[in-house]
């Protein structure tokens, strides 16, 4: 018996090995268990709470989708006159000459940033649908989201080429959708925002300012599209001293051109010259001395280098302007400029009243009529003729009033020159640079940046757009841009 | 914690179930005893092997070179003995019941010093009977002779197919990869396990431009006996998921018997850069049609060739290598080391401490100094010497014979570490950055404090210093910005070995890796570079803490079946839990002198996701041995493990080896030549696990400031379910053959392994909204083949003298096979853009689009006309990133009877291509390199310079992508033994020995760059970007034993 036992031991062996994992299934539960306990889970956002927070989260890719980091109103001011680059990222270079690769890691951040906010605001619907109650607030959070989907859309319409696809994720899996024009994305979000115009349905105080920016942001597309007596009707209402604000606070992020011009000087405000001699079409922001672009520094460097420490600490220049050059860039090579509008923590109109007014003017502009002309200037002598809020900060002071130009063409320049200076940095350069030569008929060599680059020397290119990039390519129905009309 | 407590005590006793349900009935025993000596000195030798063949019986001498096995089966049984630098011996005992056998060895010396005895995740086993081919690294004896500093360099060029990309900077990460590069996605390098313990061998979390900290180079190499290399899945497929990029098993130092046996041994050296770092170049001009001494104008190549500047005159400069200015100087190093082994044939132990300090060539430059003299700041030592290593590590191992069945050894390791690093790398704050893109000259004092008369070059930083050529920041803010890990590291365990009878081996083994981390910043009030807001005051402090924990049991059942055949078989199962959580606070805008958290005025907090990675395996191994010649081993075992998709239970892991001493047949021509041949093969299968959290759908945390900061949650991971690990299959042949008496040892091993499952980072499009760019799927197929060997001849062996070469190489073959479908059921082509994972081709593969150039007119210069890019649709392949090609050539020659050892050793990599970062970036962003700025710059120079920054509509980096082929005289050491007489007379100690070293002595290489090896990252493709280059070493150390 032993001697059978002796040679039966691997046998045995075996088969205790095989008969060990399945005696052990409890053993392996516990061994395994619990999985990952710090990450959150979609049932997190199963409930009222977290519906809300998922509304909140949206709001938050908002900003980042807008005027967060180095986003989408720093790159569609890039690649207008608004801002120039002072980094050696080559990213931002192809962009201020206006020169794209579709593989351009920046703007497919900015493509992803505008999409994630579609993504958000549908998560959010879906959410707030199923777990809020059905209260008085359901309503109102409902279209804030079908508003901020719709800024994602405008958004995308009006700083991309035609081709962008719509597409959705549905549990993971994407759908995807097929390239469309500018003007479908402009539908996409006139549809989304007439939902949020039904939804939104004041007296509280908190539906009245978001009703406002929900008729502001459909009144841009009206003027998108053409509408431009239908968007001033529907802003009429809107008081100019309106202000929709996205804050910012120490502990949760900075205002975007204040880090990334003050801060980190990696970008400069754009100028009408620079090293290399007049950009044409450009607007001097930087050395117009107009007191609604406060400026710190000059574009050609002038005035000696600034002596003593700090001299050039974002402290010093928040007062105003120095009297010396503030060096150089980020990339050591290009005069430094920043803006003095808005410093760290300051809350930034995302919308506000002086929008309002510039929609009705443009809209007396359009009757192409000196009555209208006429009336288009009161507008804007009358925003001059008051402090107008830019920033939590910053007003602009009263201006003296501008002379009537001599003919609807000066008129013209006059009106998106001061909407340029009204609305500098906030996102609306890029798409009124488009709209003067597809609804203004101006050829792109009058309009956009145009001459010798100053960082190479080379010509500047002739992208008017944000390319379709390449981190569509997984959408079987990829195209890039269908053109690139403006 | 309490749930592996219990878990483990469950697997302990399983273990001991299984034994005892296998219990036997007793035969008859006696005992056998013995003494091993040297048949050249009759000298006893100590720390012998002693094993009966066909049972689990094994046994060391002690260091009287005696042995004694007790409870050997009555009969006629057969001892093996192996030690390390002797020949293998047999002898046939015949046991009688209840009686002591006697069995004297006199082993012969070996000429090639291999180990014959490797270890393996069933135990140790001998090197002929495994398939796979074993890289091995002695490492006590290379550290007590070779100039080493680090695992890192412990491994490098030591074995064929393992590529060692070591860290520039002290105590910098290095890269090791094994037999080429399997994964898409996810990290490409070996396990490590110590004693039978896994240990982190990652990256810490410095926070510099790229140069970061090792785990791995926590360890000492001074408590290192061996290393093992375990190549590819035919072998580590019972090290389960995780192992499928090779293991490295180190083996510490352990108590040998005899009397306490102390050794010490101290190193000093100095660190040296004498790299070429590139130098900078100004053409000074005016603009057309001024005068002369009109106001100096930037002139470059391409402005003087379209006369839009008229030269006057040319400067260089380089500001690392200017006197009172460079940063870099010479910097030390020191080792002491203290150990202790000894014991009883009962207990044995080995204990040692070492300490260890390094200063980088980094220091705060001699006219920086005076600057801040001059502003009555107080240099902090860790403004003059940033870059510091110091480490202090302790070990104690302790093997005990509890009872003649049952072995106890305890392992513990505890360290402590403060490492710091200046801002280097790819960053604005990098010294190397302000350097290199200096003017082009030096202003003499006040020169330049009109801008104007020098190109628009300040003469004073924005905080009134003078610059003296630096660009925008200089040394003396630079060095500010403290940059410091500590590190406190406990890596222990214990392992027991239970034998119920003669045939039954249980073993156990329980440990932990827990390592303590933290890393600081700092930047006190109107400190550090005007950047930012980094002078308003900023500190970071940030602890990660990282768990693994091991726990292993296996049983080995041997069974004699017949003279002939030998049977093991092996169940075992282990369980891995890998942990790991963090915190990390900071603030900003600090008061005078506050340098912590709480002192800012705007303190924030958050904690880094906790993970845990869990796998639990079971295997079962059935080897057989025939005729001690024919070794057939078979495998399979099973993970499961909690980073798995939950649609995913289990994966299946099979193994299957075969070796083949053919010459001991009997029909093996007997050839003088010839002294053996094995042949061997291995088939095996191993994993890659997805990342902790890559199965699962997750939401993030997030605040938001609406008016007021509210917590909000956004849509993170997508998360895949059905994840699975990697599975790499692969099959390796080759064979080991001594010849010329033993004085030349060949080896050579072709392998093969396909990687199925591959993990593939799946791109989303944008426009899905989803707020991840791409989700982790099973998709692709990755091949390597490749070939290793290396021969090692001794070529002399004389009593006077010895002269001995190892010429080793390998080629890796690597290839992307497929990426999978996408959604429409498409193939995937294509991953990346430059840097490309594409079917067809190498893994990160690079492709640019190419240029044609040609100096039109004749003038010398290339103008932007003069260069003309390629089909925009036609990117050029030019190359992979992975050096699929290495050599080495070792050699040693000992003279004067013996007593001075010189070895040398120079490395290969070839194959590949580096993307010289450095210089297109300096060309891109500034007009002071060498392409744009040096009238001496060849056409081709400037053709690339052209191409990157110039050129419409895209500018290409084409022209920067370089071969990285090059030669390295690696090491140099001297080492002299002091005659005994001596030491014991004078210094009445048992011997020493004295050795100089040197390392990184030299390169040749066509790279344009500093360095071929300059490099900044540890991922698969190397970070060239303003970065270190190797430093050289040159050190003497001193080894005393008593």
């Not at chain 1, 710090?38 to 908002?62: F, M, N, Q, W």
């Not at chain 2, 610059?467 to 003396?476: E, H, R, S, V």
């Not at chain 2, 726990?551 to 004699?560: E, K, P």
């Amino acid at each position: 018996m032993s001697r059978l036992f002796y040679h039966a031991r691997p046998v045995l062996v075996a088969l205790v090995a095989l008969l060990a994992p399945m005696a052990c299934s409890d053993l392996k539960e516990d061994l395994l268990e619990p999985q990952q306990p710090g990450v959150i889970t979609p049932e997190a956002a199963a409930s009222p709470t977290g519906a809300d927070a998922l509304r909140k989260g949206a709001l938050g890719r908002l900003r980042s989708a807008t005027e967060g980091g180095d986003g989408l109103w720093l790159y569609s001011g890039l690649l207008a006159d608004e801002w120039k680059t002072g980094d050696t990222f080559v990213q931002r270079v192809e962009t201020d000459q206006r020169q794209f690769q579709t593989n351009n890691a920046q703007i497919i951040a900015l493509e992803r940033n505008a999409h994630r906010l579609r993504g958000a605001a549908r998560d959010a619907i879906e959410a707030l649908r199923v777990y809020w109650p059905a209260d008085s607030l359901a309503k109102t959070y409902e279209a804030q989201m079908w508003w901020v989907m719709g800024t994602a859309e405008l958004t995308l319409a009006e700083n991309w080429c035609n081709g962008m696809p719509y597409s959705f994720l549905v549990d993971g899996v994407p759908t995807y959708g097929a390239p469309k024009t500018s003007l479908d994305g402009l539908r996409f979000a006139g549809t989304h925002l007439d939902s949020a115009l039904t939804l939104a349905t004041p007296p509280d105080t908190a539906t009245v300012t978001l009703l406002r920016a929900i008729q502001l942001t459909r009144a841009r597309i009206m003027v998108d599209t053409g509408n431009f007596a239908g968007a001033a009707a529907l802003v009429a209402g809107i008081p100019t001293n309106y202000k929709y604000l996205q804050t910012h606070s120490l502990t949760t992020s900075d205002v975007g051109s204040w880090s990334f011009t003050n801060s980190q000087k990696r970008w400069v405000v754009g100028d009408s010259f620079d090293t290399s001699g007049l950009i044409q079409n450009a607007l001097p922001f930087a050395s117009a001395n107009d007191p609604r672009v406060p400026v710190g520094g000059n574009s050609a460097g002038t005035g000696g280098a600034c002596a003593g420490a700090n001299a050039i600490s974002t402290t010093t220049f928040m007062g105003g302007a120095p009297t010396c050059s503030a060096g150089r860039a980020f990339d050591n090579a290009t005069w430094f400029v920043q803006q003095n509008i808005w410093s760290r923590s300051d809350a930034v109109p995302l919308l506000s009243g002086v929008d309002a007014r510039l929609i009705e003017a443009e809209a007396q502009i359009q009757l192409n009529t000196p009555a209208g002309d006429a009336a288009a200037l009161a507008i804007l002598n009358t925003l001059r003729g008051t402090a107008q809020y830019l920033g939590s900060a910053y007003n602009s002071p009263v201006m003296a009033a501008l002379p009537a130009p001599a003919n609807h063409t000066l008129m013209t320049n006059l009106f998106f020159r001061e909407k340029a200076f009204w609305q500098f940095g906030r996102g609306y350069r890029l798409g009124d640079l488009r709209r003067l030569m597809r609804q203004y008929g101006r050829a792109q060599g009058a309009v956009f940046p145009t001459g010798t680059f100053f960082k190479n020397s080379q010509p500047y290119g002739t992208d008017i757009t944000f390319p379709v990039t390449t981190d569509e390519g997984p959408n079987p129905q990829y195209v890039g841009c269908i053109d690139k009309n403006p | 914690m309490r749930v592996e407590t219990a878990g483990h005590a469950r697997q302990l006793l399983l273990a001991a179930a299984f034994s005892v349900a296998a219990a036997a009935s007793a035969l008859a025993q006696g005992s056998i005893s013995g003494r091993i000596t040297s048949k050249d000195t009759d000298q006893p030798l100590g720390d012998a092997r002693v094993m009966v063949l066909g049972s689990s019986i094994a046994v060391h001498t002690n260091a009287e070179g005696r042995f004694r096995i007790q409870s050997v089966a009555a009969g006629s049984v057969t001892l093996r003995v192996n030690r390390l630098g002797f020949m293998e011996a047999k002898q046939v005992v015949t046991v009688t019941n209840g009686a002591e056998a006697t069995a004297n060895f006199s082993l012969t010396t070996a000429v090639q010093q291999l180990p014959d005895v490797v270890t393996t995740a069933t135990g140790l086993e001998r090197r002929v009977e495994v398939g796979n081919s074993i890289g091995v690294v002695e490492a006590a004896e290379r550290v007590k002779e070779m100039p080493i500093h680090s695992i890192g360099e412990l491994l490098t060029a030591r074995a064929p197919g393992v590529m060692v990309l070591n860290g520039n900077m002290s105590g910098g990460a290095q890269t090791i990869r094994i037999r080429g590069l399997n994964s898409l996605s996810r990290s490409n390098a070996p396990i490590f396990v110590v004693d039978g313990i896994r240990i982190d061998g990652g990256t810490g979390g410095m926070g510099t431009g790229g140069t970061n900290s090792s785990r791995l180079n926590d360890l000492s190499p001074e408590e290192i006996e061996n290393i093992e290399l375990v190549k590819g899945p035919s072998a580590t497929t019972l090290y389960g998921t995780d192992a499928a990029n090779g293991v490295v098993l180190i083996t510490t130092k352990k108590g040998k018997s005899g009397r306490a046996k102390w050794s010490w041994s101290s190193e000093a050296g100095t660190i040296q850069d004498n790299n070429e770092y590139p130098q900078t170049y100004a053409l000074w001009g005016r603009k057309p049609g001024r005068a002369a001494g009109d106001t100096a104008f930037r002139c470059t190549l391409v402005t003087v060739a379209s006369a839009a500047c008229q030269l006057d005159s040319a400067t260089t400069a380089n500001q690392l290598r200017a006197d009172g200015v460079s940063p870099i100087g010479t910097g030390n190093r020191n080792l002491h080391t203290l150990q202790i082994q000894g014991g009883s044939d009962l207990v044995r132990y080995f204990a040692s401490g070492t300490i260890e300090s390094e200063t980088g060539p980094i220091s705060m430059p001699s006219l920086d100094r005076l600057y801040l003299a001059s502003q009555k700041t107080e240099i902090r030592p860790e403004w003059a010497n940033p870059e510091r290593l110091d480490r202090a590590s302790f070990r104690t191992n302790v093997n005990a014979i509890v009872s003649p069945t049952f072995d106890l050894s305890v392992q513990s390791m505890f360290l402590r570490s403060e490492q710091r690093l200046p801002q280097v790398d790819n960053n604005v704050n990098s010294f190397y950055y302000n350097a290199l893109t200096n003017p082009g000259f030096r202003p003499a004092d006040g020169a330049c404090l009109n801008a104007a008369f020098c190109m628009g070059y300040g003469a004073v930083s924005n905080l009134g210093q003078p610059l003296n050529g630096w660009a925008q920041f200089t040394p003396a803010h630079i060095f500010q910005r403290t940059v410091q890990e500590g590190v406190k590291r406990f890596v222990g365990g214990t392992t027991a070995s239970w034998r119920p009878f003669t045939w039954l081996q249980n073993d156990a083994t329980v440990g932990v890796d827990f390592a303590s981390q933290r890393n600081f910043t700092l930047c006190r009030l109107n400190e550090c570079p005007n950047f930012g807001t980094q002078r308003q005051g900023a500190v970071n402090d940030n602890h990660n803490n990282g768990r693994i924990f091991t726990a292993t049991v296996r049983s080995t059942g041997t069974y004699r079946y017949s003279d002939w055949g030998i049977f093991r078989t092996t169940v075992g199962g282990d369980y891995l839990n890998n942990m790991a959580d963090g915190s990390n606070s900071g603030s900003t805008v600090l008061p005078p002198g506050a340098q912590t958290v709480g002192a800012g005025a705007t303190p924030n907090s958050s904690n880094t996701l906790p993970t845990a990675t869990k796998t639990l395996g079971y295997y079962l191994q059935e080897q057989f041995a025939f005729r001690d010649r024919v070794f057939v081993t078979g495998a399979i075992r099973t993970d499961q493990n909690t980073a798995f998709g939950t649609k995913f239970q289990g994966v299946w892991y099979p193994k299957l080896q075969a070796s083949w001493v053919i010459s001991d047949e009997s029909f093996f021509p007997r050839l003088d030549l010839v002294n053996s041949l094995r042949l061997r093969s291995a088939y095996g299968s191993s994993g890659v696990q997805p990342g902790a959290t890559s199965s699962l759908r997750t939401l993030g945390a997030t605040t938001v400031s609406l008016f007021t900061d509210q917590a909000a949650l956004q849509a993170s991971a997508i998360g895949n379910p059905n994840l699975k690990p990697e599975l790499t299959t692969e099959f390796e042949a080759g064979f080991d053959l001594d010849a010329w008496s033993n004085r030349i040892r060949f080896e050579g091993t072709f392998y093969n392994k396909l990687t199925s499952d591959a993990l593939v980072n799946q791109s989303i499009a944008a426009s899905s909204g989803a707020a991840v760019t791409s989700v982790l799927r099973n998709l692709g197929e990755v091949r390597n083949t490749g070939i290793e060997g290396s021969v090692t001849v001794q070529v002399l062996d004389m009593p006077e003298i010895g002269w001995d070469v190892t010429l080793a190489g390998s080629q890796n073959n690597n290839k992307v096979v497929s990426l999978g479908l996408d959604d429409a059921g498409k193939p995937i082509p294509t991953i990346g853009t430059t840097t490309r994972v594409m079917a067809g081709y190498p893994l990160n593969s690079f492709f640019v689009i190419g240029y044609q150039y040609a100096d039109a007119n004749g003038d010398g210069i290339i103008a932007p006309t003069e260069v003309t890019l390629d089909p925009l649709t036609d990117t050029t392949y030019v190359g992979q990133a992975f050096a699929p090609r290495q050599a080495t050539i070792a050699t040693g020659v000992d003279i004067l009877k013996r007593k001075v050892r010189i070895n040398a050793s120079f490395d290969h990599r070839g194959g590949h291509k580096l993307f010289n970062n450095t210089l297109g970036f300096l060309c891109a962003q500034t007009t002071t390199c060498f392409a744009r700025s040096s009238l001496d710059a060849p056409l081709w120079e400037q053709a690339r310079a052209v191409a990157a920054v110039a050129i419409t509509p895209v500018r290409t980096n084409f022209g920067y992508y370089e071969k990285g082929d090059f030669w390295r005289f690696r090491e140099l050491s001297v080492t002299a033994d002091v005659p005994q007489k001596y030491t014991q007379k004078y210094l009445r100690v048992e011997s020493m020995n004295v050795s100089l070293g040197a390392r990184n002595l030299k390169v040749w290489s066509d790279f344009t760059g500093d360095d071929p090896e300059a490099n900044y990252g540890t991922g698969d493709v190397p970070s060239i970007l303003l970065t270190t280059a190797p430093r050289q070493y040159y050190t003497a150390r001193i080894n005393i034993q008593f």
